[in-house]
């Protein structure tokens, strides 16, 4: 497995605003993703990173409001812009190892 | 498309007892299934999963799972429930693509 760490643990943001979220990992992975946990919810993946491409958004996400950077294969970031209520979520980041994901202890996110 | 349902959304369980938990899903080529816990507050656990081989599978904590490929199911199985299994259960469906469709998720509470 993997030790992945995200950054900030929570946060309440106010609508407008945007916040960047951290992850980073224990390990070289070059498969990295993004998840959003609405409250009360399952997972629904935002995209995929992969370490020197761009990444690749899941319908019904787009770059612009949710840009990513994967700058080496141990750390990513997850942008969440323009933030309005409905962006307040657990955002959970993953690495793949061996074809499983392991997860970080996710992002609480509060838009008020 | 892949997807994944788990019919029972709370399951109230007493300490001691015997705990299974569903989990269906739809896939078109041999799937890889997981298990994930979420307690409260707490990123996703693995708990097991299946590739291939042998259709029952070992995991942490004592859980078990068996896949039935003829009825499309990957249903969790624990003998006794200690009062620390109460948490959030995710089942998960994969594949060659790396991308994961989760299930809604069943709630297990365990009464004294």
């Known amino acids: 497995s993997a030790v992945i760490s995200q950054k900030p643990s929570r946060d309440i943001c106010q609508r407008g605003t945007s916040l960047t979220i951290q992850c980073q990992v224990d390990?070289?992975?070059?498969?990295m993703f993004w998840y959003r946990q609405q409250p009360g919810q399952s997972l629904t993946l935002i995209a995929t990173a992969n370490q020197g491409s761009e990444a690749t958004y899941e319908s019904g996400f787009v770059i612009d409001k949710f840009p990513i950077s994967r700058p080496n294969l141990t750390f990513s970031t997850l942008t969440v812009s323009n933030m309005s209520p409905e962006d307040s979520s657990i955002y959970l980041c993953?690495?793949?190892?061996?074809?499983?994901?392991?997860f970080g202890p996710g992002t609480r996110l509060t838009v008020l | 498309a892949q997807s994944v349902t788990q019919p029972d959304i709370h399951i109230t369980v007493s300490e001691g007892a015997s705990l299974e938990l569903r989990c269906n899903y739809s896939?078109?080529?041999?799937?890889?299934l997981f298990w994930y816990v979420q307690s409260p507050g707490q990123g996703l656990q693995l708990l097991l999963k299946y590739f291939s081989g042998d259709t029952l599978v070992q995991g942490i904590k004592g859980f078990e799972a068996e896949f039935k490929r003829s009825q499309s199911s990957f249903n969790l199985r624990k003998p006794s429930v200690h009062w620390s299994d109460a948490a959030e259960y995710f089942c998960?469906?994969?594949?060659?693509?790396?991308?994961?469709?989760f299930g809604a998720g069943t709630t297990v509470t365990v009464r004294a």
């Open positions: 390990s070289q992975v070059t498969m």
């Open positions: 993953s690495v793949d190892l061996g074809d499983t994901q392991y």
């Open positions: 998960a469906v994969g594949g060659s693509d790396y991308k994961l469709s």
């Open positions: 896939y078109g080529a041999t799937p890889y």
